[in-house]
């Protein structure tokens, strides 16, 4: 869909900014050759394409914490229990069994 520039806009948007995110904006929006934010934004929201936005469950950001603290325990040279440990409870938590 594109957008011309005769068709009468009646529905408007509002979001607030910080003043450096406006400066971003305008300067997105002069580097892709609008003069204006609106437009560029009206065009961006039309026409492109959104990423899907990641989630991150409880269980992934478990899995994270302990990969996380299992490369500390590799790194510092610790022994293979406290490695196999971690280990298993990344196991659990991947196979959906808590600890």
Do not use: H
């Amino acid at each position: 869909m594109t957008i011309e520039k005769t068709t009468k806009k009646s529905s408007s948007i509002t979001f607030r900014l910080t003043q450096a995110e406006k400066k971003l904006a305008q300067a997105k929006a002069e580097k892709a050759g609008y003069e204006g934010i609106s437009a560029f934004v009206r065009d961006y929201l039309i026409n492109e394409q959104p990423k899907e936005k990641i989630k991150i469950t409880p269980e992934i950001f478990e899995i994270i914490s302990a990969l996380t603290k299992l490369s500390s325990v590799i790194n510092k040279g610790t022994t293979r229990p406290e490695a196999n440990d971690l280990i298993s409870k990344i196991s659990q938590i991947v196979m959906g069994k808590k600890s």
